[in-house]
């Protein structure tokens, strides 16, 4: 749809050709980007489920139709639409009444996430702003999904609904910040494949934030993980759209995930920077760090008291997350694929006490997780048709696409790597202290690409105004 | 938000230049060919610029390719655009 937006942007009339069931998102996604009413085209079931004669024969029968009265006068008179349902101002009162009233009023309007809220009333979200300094109605952005405005309001809004403290705030619009810069890709948080966004905390405030980084990670249970965690989600659904009414696509989701806090006093004692290193934030900073992760998998009881011990465990697990989204290698993303691995303090310590940083276990992965070319093959080509022409890894080598490592021969069966440079493994320092487990997820490529951004607690000085006066748009 | 109007619409499509746009998705490969042949047999005149003309429109270089793509689309002087797949 946005390659059509920006068509008619330039006074060009166009046409989307959809898959049945995409027509929603299509017409929300329009309506976002201030054009409703864009044209489409939409073929009957799925491609990729059907033959080709039979996709062929509906193209003909329906969709041929459908693309010529969308460049023609026949379907649409060009006049700009409504722009969609008007749209509650950010001080509308929207729901009133007992505690139970407002969560089933929340829960029909489809603004929470089927668990009970916290109602976001004015005097609520004005003390989780509170001191902070921050100008409500400061703008981090707009959501290029629903164009709605990120305003400091908005995010506390659904921190109040999400259970969120003020001292939160900071780790919010850290996140928000995030979301809005163009390089993480929120506008694709809807796809099919229903990845979610992993948030990673490092820095030596983890503990005063009230995050475990400890047994449990990734585990509901904490306040201060959990909180942020549903707060990102119950953002993207209220202000990014992504509902089913809306954006969002998928066709399995993931539960809104508990923040990751690395173990910022292993990290400090084996000498090991952050994550947040890795995408430009500085050592000793507080940080957020975010991509959208698809599959996750246990490394469950790794033996082992050497890094060549334990890193055959470690190789397989990378290998066996990766599958389609091998195809951010090449193909949907480029270069984009970068699987998390967690370890446990104990692991981490394991090579750390050989010698070894982050970057020698990222280049021991290079050469260790590899599948034979054949399959990464089939993967990204035939397996999933999101990489066109069902592309030789050896050709692409060849061709410049790809580093030369994918191409050393013909031989269908030769290893190659999962990720395009040794430094494409993200390694973070995690969870139970004294167990020897670890933890492997794929991510989603450019549909939600790592980004960094640091925690600031200093006052802002931004305060240009106080309520009440609002912009005119958005809760 | 700001409302747009859409681009107006054409009275026919003969003679006109229809450009391709392609995700790279979902048989995109398949079906555009099929797509040009009946636009040619419906309408007289119709030239198709292919989407290889202005690259993958998903992806890991969908910004820039969507940002240079106003400029591209009236270099080619392009008067309709069919994009797909969105599956």
Redesign the interface.
Known sequence: MRASIAAERAGIPSVSIVCEGFDKQARATGRGHGFDGLALAVLRGHVDARTHVDNVADLLAHTMDEIVAGLTHRAIDGSPGAGGPIEPTALDVVASGTIDEINRRFVEEGWSDGLPIIPPTRDRVEKLIGDSGHDPWKTLGTAKSSGRDLTVWSVAVNAVMAGCHPDQLPILLALTEILADPSYGAEHSGNTTGADALVIFSGPSAREFGLNSGQGALREGTHANTAVGRWLRLYLRNVYGFTADEHDKATFGNSARVVLAEDWDTLTEIGWEPVSADFGGSVGNDAVTMARMNSGLIIGSVVGSTPEEILPYLADGLVRVSGWDLTHVHGLGQGHYRPLLILAPVLARVFASSGWSKSDVGTALFEQARLPAWKFEKLIGEWSRLTPGNPRMADLALDGHIPTVFGTSDDPHRLIPLVTSPDHFVIAVAGDPNRTNAYVMSNDGPHGHWTSRPVDRTKADNLACRLPSPPSSGV | ?????????????DDKR??F?W?????????FP??EA??TE?FGGVEVVGYEEFGN???????E???R??DR??TRR??????????
Do not use: K, W, Y
């Open positions: 938000m700001q409302v747009h109007r859409l681009a107006d619409r054409l009275d026919e499509l229809v450009a746009l995700d790279d998705l979902f048989r995109g490969d398949e079906l099929v797509i009946e636009l419906r429109t998903h992806g890991g270089d969908e910004a390719v969507i940002s793509l106003p689309l009236r392009i008067d309709a655009v069919v994009s797909g797949m969105g599956c």
